[in-house]
Nanobody
Framework: QVQLVESGGGLVQAGGSLRLSCAAS????????MGWFCQAPGKEREFVAS???????????SYADSAKGRFTISRDNAKSTVYLHMNSLKPEDTAVYYC???????????WGQGTQVTVSS
């Protein structure tokens, strides 16, 4: 089992930045695909970014179109922590952001409790 705990959310003005952190315990992150998702009020949960680790410590990242150029996912396997660096934030980025982990060959099966990000105009 993997336990995920997000932190770093808060209130920020449009154009500002935040760094979300996801601390994992219970299992090494090195073999997991880690992702960030968001859910705005009244909307479905959406994919934001993911980081997949391959043999040889080669990383592969993927982003939603809305996140490309503004958000960066990074991971520190030694610290069992995944980050989402969010720049040029917009009011439409307001949502609860969730960290998730997927075992090899599986869907995302580990989820954090979420952290609220609110961007004011």
């Amino acid at each position: 089992q993997v336990q995920l705990v997000e932190s770093g959310g808060g209130l920020v003005q449009a154009g500002g930045s935040l760094r979300l952190s996801c601390a994992a315990s219970g299992r090494s992150l090195s073999s997991l695909t880690m992702g960030w998702f968001c859910q705005a009020p009244g909307k479905e949960r959406e994919f934001v970014a993911s980081s997949k680790w391959r043999a040889g410590n080669i990383g592969y990242t993927s982003y939603a179109d809305s996140a490309k150029g503004r958000f960066t996912i990074s991971r520190d396997n030694a610290k069992s922590t995944v980050y989402l660096h969010m720049n040029s934030l917009k009011p439409e980025d307001t949502a609860v952001y969730y960290c998730a982990g997927a075992s090899p060959g599986s869907e995302y099966d580990y989820w954090g409790q979420g952290t609220q990000v609110t961007v004011s105009s």
